[in-house]
């Protein structure tokens, strides 16, 4: 089985965020970058249909700048095969671009499974992976909790407000992956050192600045200074009256 | 005279609320609105669009979209969406929504941007708000596409009745066979509601000690007569005291309800992602220093086996 997988290098969700003196990008001074959460997630699915079907590869491809090599690493350390760095400085805040790259790149490839994480912690833009099947004219299932797939054929789970839905699929597909798919594994020792053997490719990409224009990164804006309206049960009839009163929400 | 198309959405024949929002949004984006729908025949409810600012409603029929048919429902709205001119087309970022509409973006070859809360137009450009680094910083886009997509965040625009005539136009839409069916959909406990959608949601962490004791939160959440639904901490998840649907934060849901009620959680930066924009926060913790205190608009300090107990005491007094 030759599996595609697409990640994402973002900043650890813990990152105190300040903003950059464009007022209009992340100020990276100081910030840890990880792998995207939920790519993972796609990573593992990936290894584990590998190792189910005893046989094909798993690549890993980024779009991203020169660091995003590391996170490549981080895959190919949980198993991966090989990577590919679709490199540029400034990833676009228009994911039809990030789709168009990947998609021309992924379109040579005989893939059975190209898998995502939903969405990047960073942008939550939740749209690369269905975009990307848009584009090569693949099937798509988005956020699966569940997959099974039997010879040609898929089914995934997904969740829906106050359900799931069950829904089948056949292959080659795109798949992105919601967390509860699996437990993604820990990159051991060896996965480690033999990652920085591992083959990772790394082709420069000119990305147009698509049809979002960022107009200016704030900070949310405050909530009002809360108040402790006391201690135990004995603050409950106060807590209400100030829901009703003050907050109006009752 | 401009136009935006907002897509809406329908379950089992009856409209889903969130269309509301999503008609009120579209047209903060002024012009006329015309409400569409995916249907496998009359939708329910679809008549009240009028009443929340839509000039139109028209209803897509086919007997396949009487589920979730994602590759149909998005050939059927890109079709439409070429035919009209629209300078906008809005969607919910619901979990129908945040599938379709990238689907629908990419055949029309444009940028979307989702999940927004807050959108309008400056300089004859279609703007938009997105919350980004875990509602950490807000993110201000021009949306440039034409037509400019958009999916709004559920419970942030506020249905404003603004009654119109309201004309009603059913189409039968020819789409190609789809190749991912949803074959069935599995229904949560009847009545429940989902914590992304309800007006009160009540979340419990790891300070209710077991997962027994969450039906201190249901009864709670009963007591607020089916407005609430009961979320959870990703530790409780993890444990797998509580399912994944319920989880709130970066890798639950983003909710964002009248009221929510965080009982015995610390407020660790990954659930502060997932309800820091709901509109009235209320923290019970038994630690004074827990950091769900600094973004909570009323804190009770205290054991919540005997302060929600009596919180539902008071409100059934109200709902009684």
């Known amino acids: 089985m030759n599996i595609a997988v697409c990640i994402k290098r973002v900043p650890d969700s813990e990152t ?97 499974l190209i898998l995502f994480g939903k969405m990047a912690i960073d942008d939550y833009n939740q749209q690369v992976g269905p975009m990307v099947a848009e584009l090569l004219g693949l099937p798509c299932v988005t956020a699966a909790t569940h997959l099974e797939i039997d010879g040609a054929k898929g089914v995934a789970e997904r969740e829906i407000e106050g359900g799931i ?16 798919l699996n437990e993604p594994r820990y990159p051991a020792l060896k996965g480690i050192m033999a990652a920085k053997k591992k083959p990772l490719e790394v082709k420069p990409v000119q990305l147009g600045a698509g049809s979002i224009e960022i107009v200016a990164l704030t900070p949310p804006p405050q909530r009002k200074d809360g108040k402790i309206v006391g201690e135990g049960a004995a603050a409950v009839p106060e807590l209400v009256r100030l829901l009703r009163e003050e907050a109006k929400v009752l | 005279m401009t136009s935006v198309l907002a897509v809406v ?72 969406a070429k035919s009209g001119g629209y300078t906008a087309v809005v969607f919910a970022a619901s979990a129908t929504g945040k599938d379709l ?13 989702g999940d927004v809360t807050e959108v309008g137009v400056e300089g004859g450009a279609v703007v938009a708000t997105r919350p980004v680094y875990a509602g950490k910083a807000l993110l201000k886009v ?10 709004v965040r559920p419970n942030v625009f506020t249905p404003v009745e603004r009654p119109k ?15 991912v069916v949803v074959r069935e959909i599995k229904a949560a406990e009847a009545g429940a509601l989902d914590v992304a959608e309800a007006q009160v949601v009540i979340s419990g962490g790891r300070g209710l000690k077991e997962p027994g004791n969450f039906k201190v939160l249901e009864e709670l959440a009963r007591a607020f007569g089916g407005q609430a639904a009961v979320g959870a901490s990703r530790a409780v998840v993890d444990a797998g005291w509580r ?21 015995g959680i610390s407020g660790a930066i990954q659930h502060l992602a997932g309800m820091r924009t709901s509109k009235v926060i209320v923290a019970i913790n038994k630690d004074k220093d827990a950091p769900i205190f600094k973004v909570a608009d009323y804190g009770v300090v205290g054991d919540l086996f005997e302060v929600v107990p009596k919180l539902t005491e008071e409100i059934k007094k109200l709902h009684g």
């Not at chain 1, 890993?60 to 490549?72: D, L």
């Not at chain 2, 009359?42 to 589920?67: C, I, S, W």
């Not at chain 2, 005539?165 to 190749?179: D, L, M, S, Y």
Request: hydrophobic residues 45%; neutral net charge.
């Open chain 2, 101 to 113: 509409a990238p689907r629908v973006a990419a055949k029309l070859g444009v940028a979307l941007a």
């Open chain 2, 243 to 263: 399912a994944h649907a319920d989880q709130v934060g970066q890798t639950g849901k983003t909710v964002s309800p009248t009221l929510y009620i965080a009982v």
């Open chain 2, 142 to 151: 021009k949306v440039m596409g034409k037509p400019a997509m958009l999916s």
């Open chain 1, 16 to 112: 105190r965020v300040k903003i950059g003196s464009d007022g209009k990008s992340l100020d990276e001074a100081g910030v840890k970058f990880v792998l995207n959460p939920y790519d993972e997630f796609a990573v593992e699915e990936a290894l584990q249909r590998k190792e189910k079907a005893g046989s094909g590869e798993v690549a890993v491809f980024s779009v991203g700048p020169a660091a995003a090599q590391e996170t490549i690493r981080t895959a190919l350390a949980m198993g991966a095969d090989r990577g590919v760095l679709l490199q540029s400085d400034k990833i676009p805040a228009d994911g039809y671009i990030t789709a168009q790259a990947l998609a021309a790149e992924l379109k040579a490839g005989n893939w059975d």
């Open chain 2, 9 to 80: 959405e329908q379950r089992d024949g009856a409209l889903r609320k969130i269309s509301h929002e999503v008609v009120t949004a579209a047209h903060r984006l002024g012009g006329t609105v015309e409400a569409l729908v995916c249907a496998a025949g009359p939708v329910k409810g679809a008549d009240q669009l009028g009443k929340f600012g839509a000039d139109t409603v028209v209803t897509l029929t086919n007997a396949a979209f009487a589920k979730y048919a994602p590759e149909g429902m998005a050939h059927a709205i890109t079709e439409r």
């Open chain 1, 165 to 180: 839905e069950v829904v089948e699929f056949p292959l080659p597909a795109v798949l992105t992956a919601d967390k509860g």
């Open chain 2, 165 to 179: 005539a309201g004309t009603a136009e059913t189409i039968a839409a020819n789409v190609p066979a789809g190749r």
